[in-house]
């Protein structure tokens, strides 16, 4: 897609739920928004989840719209597969250098066709089903992805040609080079999400080695329409699991971890997936070993009640190790809170670790923004402006600012949009023109 102009009132960086948002937001109100995310589709991590709780929708569902209407907005411009290198201080507003990776296909003339896929003979890891499936080495991020566009994984690309055989459109281009683009904005929105704590941290838990011990993200995958197996099967072998058991806080409240925090959303994820593997495998028993339930948000402890309700076993309990069996079934020993710290061990066909949310970017070297002692943004003044950083001019929302539900991620982005709205509205030096076109200033 060629870029519209050089100029925009607002930069949103991070394309996830809370990014779109405030970037439709901005839109809205008639203010140009560029939209800079790092991956090659935008959506972050809500396009990847099965459905929300608390009201059970579907995720792609409610997700997919706000893609289309962020990626077709006249006033939202996407860069994707970029990232910020450099920024400086330009009078009332910013000068702002971001890095177009090369997706080796060009963009304006891939139709998303598919076709390259159907010939590649390269298989690789899919990350965007946490690994358990596989994608060619040129390949669409995913069926729902924004832009639809292919790209090579370069690095693992056997250069056999097929591909540019195949492409009807003539699109692939091997020789493609990352650009520099310059982009004056008055406002930064950064909205650079999560990232969940590391299945592999604790040793105590297998050290991401136990073939049957999975994380919330890859439970989202298999519950999904489009996930890897079209079913929940074990990753091991394959098997359909009849005994499932959750481990909270596994990675969160945690100070050998460093993650001394809550990350707020993992009870109420944990409590919905075990909801809907009661209906995907009826037959299976279902267990939640957990310190507290939080249940934070409005309906939410009525959905925890409902969950107990459906028989799934909540159990008060402190894990303190997981190992498995020759028949990799991982057994779970548990301190059991409410009975003098009784301890127990049960083996599960499956083992859930509840992963807590840690921060998506550290903002500090581009752009001098403080993070907290959690590592997410700093809000120095939350209770009078939610958005606002120690930067003037530079805002931050959603998951980048702390762990947080969708529900809240979309509040503090339109809270965001309306801080930077009015921060645009402050500045009174004339804009330049709108509508001059982007200009590459070096090639890397
Ligand atoms: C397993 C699991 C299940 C969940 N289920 C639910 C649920 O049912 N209901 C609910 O309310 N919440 C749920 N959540 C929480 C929900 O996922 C988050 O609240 C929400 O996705 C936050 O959106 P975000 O846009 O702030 O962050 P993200 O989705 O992480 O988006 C951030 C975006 O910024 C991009 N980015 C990062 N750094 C840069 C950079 N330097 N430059 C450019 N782009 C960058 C990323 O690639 C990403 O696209 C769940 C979380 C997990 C882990
Ligand atoms: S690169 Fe070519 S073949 Fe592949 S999706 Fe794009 S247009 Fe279709
Ligand atoms: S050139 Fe690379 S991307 Fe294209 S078909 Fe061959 S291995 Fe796949």
Not at 133 to 138: E, K, P, Q
Not at 164 to 171: D, G, H, Q, R
Not at 182 to 192: C, D
Not at 333 to 347: F, H, K, N, Q, W
């Amino acid at each position: 897609m060629t870029p519209k102009n050089q100029h925009y009132d607002a930069m949103v960086i991070g394309g996830g739920i809370t990014g779109l948002q405030t970037a439709i937001d901005l839109g809205d109100q008639g203010y140009q928004v560029a939209l800079v995310e790092k991956e090659a589709s935008i959506g972050g991590k809500m396009i990847m989840l099965s459905k929300v709780f608390p009201t059970l929708d579907c995720c792609s569902c409610i997700t997919t719209p706000r893609m289309a209407a962020a990626a077709n907005h006249d006033n939202v411009t996407m860069f994707t597969y970029s990232e910020v290198l450099a920024f400086e201080r330009n009078g009332h507003g910013f000068r702002v250098n971001i890095s177009k990776k090369p997706r080796y296909v060009i963009e304006d003339l891939c139709t998303g066709c598919r076709q390259c896929e159907y010939v590649c003979p390269i298989d690789l890891p899919d990350a965007f089903d946490l690994n358990m499936g596989a994608h060619r080495a040129i390949y669409v991020p995913y069926s729902t992805a924004m832009p639809q566009k292919a790209l090579i994984d370069i690095d693992n690309c056997l250069f056999c040609g097929k591909c540019e055989k195949a492409c009807p459109a003539e699109a692939v281009d091997f020789i493609q080079q990352p650009e520099v683009l310059q982009i004056e904005t008055r406002a930064i929105v950064l909205a650079t999400g999560f990232e969940t704590t590391p299945r592999d941290a604790k040793k105590e838990y297998g050290a991401g080695k136990l073939l049957n011990v999975v994380d919330g993200l890859q439970v989202e995958r298999m519950l999904a329409p489009t996930g890897p197996f079209g079913h929940v099967l074990r990753p091991g072998d394959g098997k359909q699991p009849d005994s499932i058991a959750y481990v909270q806080c596994a990675g969160s409240r945690d100070q050998t971890l460093g993650v001394d925090y809550c990350s707020r959303v993992c009870c109420m994820y944990a409590i919905k997936q075990a909801m809907l593997l009661s209906g995907a495998l009826p037959m299976a028993d279902i267990t939640i070993y957990y310190m507290d339930i939080r249940t934070f948000g409005k309906g939410y402890e009525q959905f925890y009640q409902n969950a107990r309700a459906m028989g799934i076993e909540f159990i008060k309990g402190k894990v303190a190790r997981i190992t498995e069996d020759a028949d990799h079934n991982p057994t779970v020993r548990v301190e059991l809170i409410d009975e003098g710290s009784r301890v127990i061990e049960r083996t599960h066909d499956m083992v859930v670790l509840s992963v807590g949310l840690e921060p998506g970017y550290n903002p500090q070297a581009v752009f001098s923004v403080p993070v907290g002692t959690d590592g997410f943004i700093r809000i120095p003044e939350p209770n009078l402006f939610p958005c606002r950083t120690d930067q003037p001019g530079i805002f931050a929302a959603g998951t980048a600012a702390g762990p947080m539900d969708i529900v809240d991620s979309i509040v503090m982005a339109s809270a965001a949009a309306s801080e930077a709205a009015a921060h645009i509205e402050t500045q009174h030096s004339p804009q330049p023109a709108r509508g001059s076109q982007e200009r590459i200033v070096s090639y890397a």
